[in-house]
């Protein structure tokens, strides 16, 4: 489990709630949202399954969820649909009355558990003495709260899938090098789409604590990469995409920023969540889209643009299962518990951390 985040319970879920019927769970649902009324906002990322994200009043990618999150100061319970390190953001930045539920503590993130904030502390020591002070650290919210405080104690920010650009920009005019943390995959894309070479990035393996490929200079280098990724994302790869364009050539194949850099290079479009959805919701009635990142939104995206053929990637199922471990009988257990007044699976992070956490969590959502 995540460093520096206080469980304040850790049960599993009763027997009870796995008995029940569908009907008989949609029915209590609705009923303890209805009895929580304003005291309540479930926030739900698009990769929920889809009888889950019905009951979320507000859907979106990690940076929409965070900003919205931010906003509802009414509510005294967020119950957040998605994983750790999401719940783990809205938590650092609520008010400190306001309590913060992940329906299943089981739903972490592969990705942030590949950046430990001990082996962050070696890495960062060794790279002062390599490089000096001319690194800025940056994470993916993908990232445990404790490395999101590391990174707001350096100088750093967070980013997301959706503002990496604007990001990278904005930290390239603080320091010569980033420090690009946990999935390499987002931040060589982005940088190689600003115009910073393969050969000016390495790779850095916290396994062995030393750098991989190397193919430039060292002085030169402006990407220091963390050797992370996404065990969903790493599944799309170039054959699939020559088998599509092979299939269909008017096909357009669209993919998240977590693909690796060949299959992002090969793609028609890459980019986060949201912007997938939206680019795929505004394309013309008959187009035709491959599309590369996890089964329930592609799913659900198919399902809402009949007019057009969407098909995943991919020909095996992609499904975050971190994120699928939120089921209704969690959401019912969580939602019920606090109606109780016994609110079960609270995400409450350190305070120490929270306050270096927020720093960088601010800063982002700062450039504009
Ligand atoms: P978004 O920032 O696009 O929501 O991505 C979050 C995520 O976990 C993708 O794997
Ligand atoms: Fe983490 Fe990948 Fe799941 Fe996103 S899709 S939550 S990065 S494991």
Redesign the pocket.
């Known amino acids: 489990m995540e460093q520096n985040t206080l469980l304040l319970t850790n049960t599993l879920l009763p027997d009870e709630y796995r008995k029940l019927s569908s009907e008989e769970l949609d029915e209590r649902i609705r009923r303890a949202k209805e009895q929580l009324g304003k005291d309540l906002v479930i926030l739900g ?3 929920q399954r889809d009888d889950v994200i019905q009951y979320a009043d507000f859907r ?6 965070a900003k919205i999150g931010a906003e509802q100061k009414e509510a005294k319970y967020i119950v957040f649909c998605g ?1 750790h390190f ?1 719940a783990e953001t809205a938590d650092t930045l609520a008010g400190p009355e306001q309590i913060v539920i992940l329906p299943d503590l089981q739903a972490g ?1 592969s ?1 942030a558990d590949m950046a430990d904030i001990e082996d962050v502390e070696i890495a960062w020591e060794i790279m002062q003495k390599k490089w000096g002070d001319t690194i800025i650290p940056v994470t993916y ?2 990232s445990t709260a404790a490395i999101k405080a590391f990174v707001g104690r350096h100088g750093g920010t967070t980013c ?3 503002n990496a650009h604007r990001v990278l920009e904005w930290a390239f005019k603080q320091k010569k090098r980033i420090l690009f943390l946990p999935d390499q995959h987002l931040g060589r894309n982005t940088a190689y789409d600003m115009g910073v070479s393969l050969e000016q990035m390495v790779v850095w393996n916290p396994q062995t604590t030393e750098l991989e490929e190397v193919k430039g200079d060292l002085a030169d280098v402006r990407m220091i990469l963390w050797k992370g990724h ?1 065990s ?2 790493q599944k799309f790869t170039v054959e699939q995409i020559e088998r599509v364009r092979k299939n269909d050539p008017d096909m357009k194949v669209i993919v ?1 920023p ?1 693909c690796s850099f060949e299959v992002v290079q090969r793609a028609d479009y890459a980019g ?3 912007y997938i959805i939206k680019t795929v919701q505004a394309a013309p009635a008959g187009s035709r889209w491959a599309v590369g ?2 089964v329930n939104l592609v799913q659900r995206l198919a399902n809402e643009n009949q007019d057009k053929k969407i098909i995943l990637l991919s020909t095996t199922m992609c499904p ?1 299962l971190t ?1 699928n471990r939120i089921d209704r009988p969690h959401l019912l257990w969580a939602l019920e518990s606090i109606v109780n007044g016994e609110p079960v699976n609270q995400i409450k992070v350190d305070e120490e951390v929270a306050e270096l956490s927020r720093l960088a969590l601010d800063r982002m959502l700062a450039i504009k």
């Open positions: 990322h698009h990769y979106g990618d990690s940076l929409k969820l994983v999401m993130c990705m919210v993908n997301t899938s959706s996404c969903v994302h998240h977590e986060s969540t949201e990142t996890e975050c994120m």
